[in-house]
């Protein structure tokens, strides 16, 4: 009878559309049929529609299971926000309290609810297992079903109890819904959730309108955040971070610099967090800067960037989260900041891991690294990578499209990539193929005899930085593909092995660079030095120094010049911005500094950068100020150490910065305990005749004389009081 029912026009009466979006129609009538279903719908595909709807046409309550609280405020909202009556969608979370929580049970028992969203922990709860009993259950939608999965991105273990639970509960059909799902996860949900047979609806994973681009992750990547925002001024944008602490520490940076911000995270509180969500869909604020915890269903179609700070830890979790810009199919820019020294951290993280998770983990950060690397078209790879084949070489929507590298013809490597694959019986990942192409006798290789293998080094004389871009060109093309079950063992595929048969041309780029070169700027921060204006500082510099009867350096260090004649800092405020600069350094020497800056701009007519406010982390400030604080006490420089975690060697470092900054030590204590007299004088008087403040020139010149950590020492004691 159900399937007599014309679905259009109870969509026009419910949500006001005149027709469906791809498959909405055929999944909702493969529901209303009895059937579970599986659904994979891109974010913006309007998932949600493929149960609201259904809900309202079917007798009884259906169950969406859902992980977020914030998700289920949303979709609550919309749907009685749709009916005449109140109660039509409730949800049941531990954020109510006991007179909420019995409205509901009401509303349920009396028919009036036809949606009851749960977190999977509540679902489990056998106070609500026991209330459930006793309704009609219309069907059950798990929605963001990747949680499931051992291979999700967001794994949690109560989402792998639902099936035990429905049940318990009764037996009703299973709607399963994620956006975002390899074929390892998909079998993954269908097999926990009992639903193996489950028609499968999969839609394009493509969203033409969403731009990709990969940037390194150098000093600067603040400032360069401030200047994208300003640009893209009154839009709405998310940036994710993976710590809760980087999250309040950018959000207060965009803030300090005029930008309506707020952090979102699950150790704030749920008012807060509630509040900060309301705000962003009401445009009270235009960033959220976040963890993962944020948007997950969030009903914000005009979401117009979305920055990851960090790389995230899976492509699917980065698929999920660039999918909320650009819902309404306008203008979605994805930027994401990557830096190996990040992936390294995150592969240190998986130590405390079980072996299994271990290897799941790093499987997934490596396909990251290598959607972050290549320079193939990006919507190709991750495509490539959801399994869907993307026609074109060059989709003009990502970093690589618009600025092609040259490519390089590659088919003999890709042979010897094939033969040696073959030759290992496919039974390896690609770390341990390169080695036994490249001809490198590692121990493990050499365990297995596999360096007396005749195809042993057949890529030997191969430029080595082709090997990854052969290989994911490779599995673009087809001819390779990785053993998900296995972690990533390469296997040919039959394309691969007619390739061997009758070699085509093949053709690859190089990767992208990102070697720590890229990670270290100089403290201009990467922008554009102005060389007559450094030329000009360096001459004031040298007239103040005369004028104060110090050293150059002593008056600001040549990095500090460098800076300044990057930034065009015109007041004292501005210069203590400038790395080397602090307030008491600024009001001894700064003012000449200043003025000369604003007469340059003003004759110049230059456009001062507007984005200079960026605050230093406030870890590293409230560690200066317990430092300075020791330091008055006259603890023992070791045990000050020692008590903050530090290395002597980094302390050092910290004392460095305070005094360069124009902050005054006296260390003296500590130095009289550890050296003679005489040594520090011969020392100190070096510096007060030195020309620079080099520490490679001060050891020369002592030529192991003296200590590394002595010579340092005199040096903060010197700075400290000539320049402070």
Known sequence: MLMQINLTEKLKHYFGFDSFKGEQEAIIRNLLDGNDTFVLMPTGGGKSLCYQLPSLIMEGTAIVISPLIALMKNQVDVINGISEHDGVAHCLNSSMNKTAIDQVKR???SGVTKLLYMAPESLTKEEYVTFLRGVRISFYAVDEAHCISEWGHDFRPEYRR?????????????IALTATATEKVRADIKKNLGITDAKDFMSSFNRPSLYYEVRSKSADIDKQIIKFVRQHQGKSGIIYCLARKKVEELAEVLR???????????????????????????????VIVATIAFGMGIDKPDVRFVIHYDIPKSLEGYYQETGRAGRDGGEGICIAFYSQKDLQ???KFMDSKQVAEQEIGRHLLQETAAYAESSICRRKMLLKYFGEDYPKDNCGNCDNCKHPKTKIEAGKGLGAMLTGIIALKENYRSGYVFDFIKGRSTDDIESHKHHLHPDFGCGEGMNDRLWNPILRQAIVEGYIKKDIETYGNLKVTASGRRWMKNPQPFYVTEDNSFSEDCMENSPSGGSALDPTLFAMLKDLRKSEARRHNVQPYIVFMEGSLEQMATMYPVTLQELQNV??????????????????IKKYCEENDIVRPEDMRVRSVAKNSMRKVKIVQCIDRKMPLDDIAKSMGLKFDELLDELEAIVYSG???????????????EEIDDIYDYFTEAETDSLKEAFNEFAGDYSDEDIRLVRIMFISEMAN
């Open 107 to 109: 509303d349920v028992k």
């Open 162 to 174: 639902i099936r035990p639970i429905v049940d318990e509960i009764g037996s009703a059909p299973v």
């Open 256 to 286: 300090t610099n005029d930008i309506k911000a707020a952090p979102y995270h699950a150790g704030l509180d749920t008012a807060v967090r509630s509040q900060t969500q309301d705000d962003f869909l009401m445009e009270r604020i235009d």
């Open 345 to 347: 951290k995150l592969e």
């Open 579 to 596: 790395q080397g600069v602090g307030q008491g350094k600024a009001k001894r020497y700064g003012q000449p500094f200043c003025d000369l």
């Open 663 to 677: 902050t005054k030590l006296d260390i003296e204590y500590y130095m009289e305990d550890t050296m003679y007299e």
